[in-house]
């Protein structure tokens, strides 16, 4: 069984502009995830609005009983959030890999358009790599 379950990237204005299933038991089907997407970005948007703290970038860890989901925001406004079983630890390092493979392999990209679903070969091969090798040190913890 592997620790992650899904990624899914939401552009700024909620847009899912991608989505990777990991081999969840309960795999989504494209609406589904859309769903999640806008339902996620809305409760980001929200708590950063009702936080109590100034300053705050909105949800970052949620906990649930059968998932927990990790959510990284760029300054751009993009989210990056993963699905993972519950008490997965070093997510947030996963996430700005994957954000740093963003940036490298995506923004850079001359044929890619900003804010668009992301179709990029080259992320997609490094984005399989690195959640491979999470999975490999996962398994050595």
């Not at 700024?12 to 970005?41: C, E, P, Q």
């Not at 649930?64 to 993963?82: I, N, R, W, Y």
């Not at 850079?108 to 959640?131: G, W």
Request: aromatic residues 10%; contains cysteine; glycine residues 6%.
């Amino acid at each position: 069984m592997s620790a992650i379950y899904s990624l899914h990237i939401i552009n700024k204005s909620g847009g899912l502009i991608f989505y990777k299933d990991y081999g969840s038991a309960g795999r989504m089907d494209t609406n589904d995830s859309l769903r999640v997407a806008s339902l996620w970005h809305s409760m980001h948007a929200i708590s950063q609005q009702l936080s109590p703290v100034v300053g705050c970038s909105g949800i970052e860890l949620l906990e649930a009983d059968t998932f927990d989901l990790h959510c990284f925001q760029s300054l751009t406004g993009t989210k990056f959030f993963v699905l993972c079983e519950p008490g997965t630890l070093h997510m947030e390092a996963l996430l700005k890999v994957i954000y740093e493979l963003y940036t490298d392999y995506v923004l850079k990209n001359p044929f890619y358009e900003v804010e668009m679903p992301i179709r990029c070969e080259l992320f997609d091969i490094h984005l399989t790599q690195a959640i491979q090798k999470d999975r490999v040190a996962l398994l050595g913890r």
